[in-house]
């Protein structure tokens, strides 16, 4: 796999400027209620990008398995077991998971772009592994991952908390951030990165960002009071068959331009 | 006067005469003799261990054996940083050999990454180093070279294998004749008493003015506690290879000619001994 930083000159995200980005995202992220912070380390100062949230998934479990060893079935802790009530399926259970999901954004200056690290347990303090982690990912952007899940989400040490995270591999993310930027800049609007950036990676991991975060900015104005928001009714886009509309403001652009990405 | 190239040959070939012992309350038939071994300091834990896994394995039932995972003193130790970076970090200044236990149950989740096979090592490698020279040419000279290239990189640290190891990483030493150097330098920083892992920023070998950045330079910029001397007096050590360089060595040096295959100068700031 290659990392294609070289070539024209695209944009660079500063460290800086990743800092004023995450300040401005996190504004939004307190007038609609989306739960994300900011944490600070307390030896050097720099920080991250912090959200937790807990999915809640149904699982069916098949009757004649429930009882045996099934993949991960023993390890599954299911905090409520409830028998089906259709008939037809009355031989089958169901059961419910609650996941605690992490998700942290850091800044990488080896890359100079941002890097999303997550981790995920069960209530009982079970960690997730890639693989349940794999399979948890929207079917459709599975296909591109499972070409080669190496290259996209891997293991690795958090470089602040020093503990076990998973990683979305930051190489290919210079190549669909620099096009849309620089078409956006060409259309005097002002793109939020890490919106733009956020919402495209991120539903691959299951973390997606509600449709109020896109705005449509006047011409040269940044100012959040004088915006005026396209109100856009919240978009359910864990569960639909097509990909997940990315919530940021260019309304010209959809994810059809930007394709599913093999990062 | 010793050739620069002897250097190289005296990091790669460094070792570390270890004794491993299996903890205490792993389950065994008969008892468990301990296991002798003189690891790559250049190497990671679980690509040589191979032979210590099978010892053990040996006198265990195989439902009491998943993952093996070593610990020194308490410390679960992370299969992902070289073996010399995990010496000199946590027992540089204690009596050889090096007494690490062996466990092969309660894998601790919330310090070390797992290792499932030797493919999670390549991969880690690789991304170092290719994280090492987006920091030294834009990714310019890693990107160039073909995957088979990327292969004996790894192949070469796998089978121990200096020359052809260094027949490929002599491109990622090099840089163009205009510069004096590297962009930045790939280093990390580690002192054992902190929670954040390693620091690490970025840092040009070279001044505005021309002038090559020592190891001191770099150090006063990016963790000054390390050499400023409390009560007059030099606390800590800064060790990479077991040893103290010089604080006047230029960095451009130390990172030809002193960083790990993966192309990083891991260097570890401890305690200096007492006596």
């Known amino acids: 796999m290659s990392c294609s930083m070289a070539g024209e000159e695209d944009f660079v995200l500063e460290e800086k400027r990743f800092k004023q980005y ?3 995202f996190i504004k939004r992220s307190q007038q609609i209620g989306d739960g994300w912070e900011w944490r600070t380390s307390k030896d050097l100062g720099d920080g991250y990008l912090s959200k937790t949230h807990y999915q809640v998934r149904n699982r069916k479990i098949p009757p004649d398995l429930k009882e045996k060893n099934h993949d991960n079935c023993e390890q599954m802790l299911c905090t409520h077991v409830e028998e089906s009530l259709d008939d037809s399926q009355a031989a089958g259970v169901c059961a419910t998971e609650v996941i605690h999901y992490e998700y942290h954004v850091l800044y990488s200056s080896s890359y100079r772009v941002p890097v999303l690290y997550f981790r995920a347990c069960f209530l009982d303090g079970r ?6 982690i794999w399979k948890s990912v929207h079917a459709c952007y599975q296909a591109c991952l499972l070409e080669g899940p190496w290259d996209t989400i891997t293991q690795q040490e958090h470089p602040i908390l020093g503990q076990p995270f998973f990683v979305l591999h930051p190489c290919r993310t210079n190549e669909f951030i620099s096009s849309v930027l620089s ?30 975060y896109a705005k449509l900015a006047p011409e040269q104005d940044t100012n959040d009071d004088s915006v005026e928001r396209q109100r856009v009714e919240p978009h359910e886009a864990g569960r639909s068959a097509q990909a997940p509309s ?3 403001g260019l309304g010209h652009l959809n994810t059809a331009d930007l394709g599913v990405h093999k990062f | 006067m010793t ?3 002897d250097v190289l ?12 012992t299996l903890y205490q309350d792993e389950v065994t038939e008969r008892e468990a003799e301990p296991y002798y071994l003189l690891l790559p300091r250049i190497s990671y834990l679980t690509l040589v261990t191979d032979k210590v896994k099978k010892h053990f394995q040996k006198v265990m039932r195989q439902e009491e054996v998943s993952e093996i995972w070593f610990e020194y003193e308490g410390t679960p130790l992370k299969w992902h940083y070289p073996i010399g970076l995990l010496f000199d970090l ?9 007494s690490i236990t062996v466990h092969f149950k309660n894998f601790p989740e919330k310090d070390l990454l797992h290792c499932h096979s030797k493919d999670v090592i390549e991969a880690h490698f690789m991304a170092c180093i290719k994280e090492a020279d987006a920091l030294k040419h834009k990714s310019q000279v890693i990107n160039e070279m073909q995957k088979k290239d990327h292969k004996q990189l790894w192949m070469g640290l796998q089978n121990d294998k200096f020359e052809q190891f260094w027949a490929i990483n002599r491109k990622l030493m090099e840089y163009p004749p205009e510069d004096s150097g590297f962009r930045y330098i790939p280093f990390r920083i580690y002192q054992a008493t902190t929670e954040r892992p390693f620091i690490q920023k970025l840092f040009r070998p070279i001044a505005s003015g021309g002038e090559l950045h020592t190891l001191g330079d ?12 409390e009560d007059g007096e030099q606390k800590t050590q800064v060790m990479i290879h077991g040893i103290e360089p010089m604080l006047e060595t230029p960095i451009q040096w130390l990172s030809e000619h002193m960083s790990y295959p993966d192309n990083f100068l891991h260097i570890s700031i401890i305690p200096r001994p007492t006596d």
């Not at chain 2, 946590?90 to 090096?98: C, Y």
């Open chain 1, 22 to 24: 995450c300040e401005e």
């Open chain 1, 127 to 132: 960690p997730l592994t890639l693989d349940e």
């Open chain 1, 183 to 212: 078409s956006s800049r060409k259309h005097d609007r002002h793109i939020n990165y890490i919106t733009l950036w956020l919402s495209t990676v991120g539903p691959v991991v299951g973390l997606n960002l509600p449709m109020s």
């Open chain 1, 246 to 248: 990315s919530a940021f």
């Open chain 2, 3 to 5: 050739d620069d190239k």
């Open chain 2, 9 to 20: 040959r005296d990091v790669w070939f460094g070792r570390i005469p270890t004794c491993f």
């Open chain 2, 90 to 98: 946590h027992a540089s200044n204690t009596a050889l050999p090096w």
């Open chain 2, 218 to 229: 770099l150090l006063k910029d990016v963790c000054p506690s390390a050499i400023t001397p």
